[in-house]
């Protein structure tokens, strides 16, 4: 079992920034698959970044150029530096975990069905 405690979440103006912090525990060695996703109301949650084993990584093209996603092994700690920040990123964002080991690629393509663990989520509200 996996779990995991979301927390950097808040309110800023568009073009403003924000750095989500994902703490897991209860799993002994690097989680082989984690990922950050999304759900704003009324819509599908999506994938906004994923991470693998080997450190590779992807993000949905509407974040491109703008979040980057990382990871303090020591720590167990997963982030998601977000820049540039606009309204239609206003969502719930959570974090997700899997032991199963599959490709970055394969984990935002899969989507949420990739992730048995996901946490609580933390919100991001961006105004205009």
């Known amino acids: 079992q996996v779990q995991l405690v979301e927390s950097g979440g808040g309110s800023v103006q568009s073009g403003g920034s924000l750095r989500l912090s994902c703490q897991a525990s209860?799993?002994?060695?690097?989680?082989?698959?984690m990922g950050w996703f999304r759900q704003a109301p009324g819509k599908e949650r999506e994938g906004v970044a994923t991470?693998?084993?080997?450190?590779?990584?992807s993000y949905a093209n509407s974040v491109k150029g703008r979040f980057t996603i990382s990871q303090d092994d020591t720590k167990k700690v997963l982030y998601l530096q977000m820049n540039s920040l606009k309204p239609e990123d206003t969502a719930m964002y959570y974090c997700?975990?899997?032991?199963?080991?599959?490709?970055?690629?394969?984990?935002?393509?899969?989507?949420?069905?990739?992730?048995?663990?996901w946490g609580q989520g933390t919100q991001v509200t961006v105004s205009s």
């Open positions: 209860g799993y002994a060695h690097r989680t082989p698959s």
């Open positions: 991470i693998d084993l080997d450190e590779n990584i």
């Open positions: 997700a975990a899997d032991l199963r080991a599959r490709s970055a690629s394969s984990l935002l393509q899969r989507g949420k069905d990739s992730f048995a663990f």
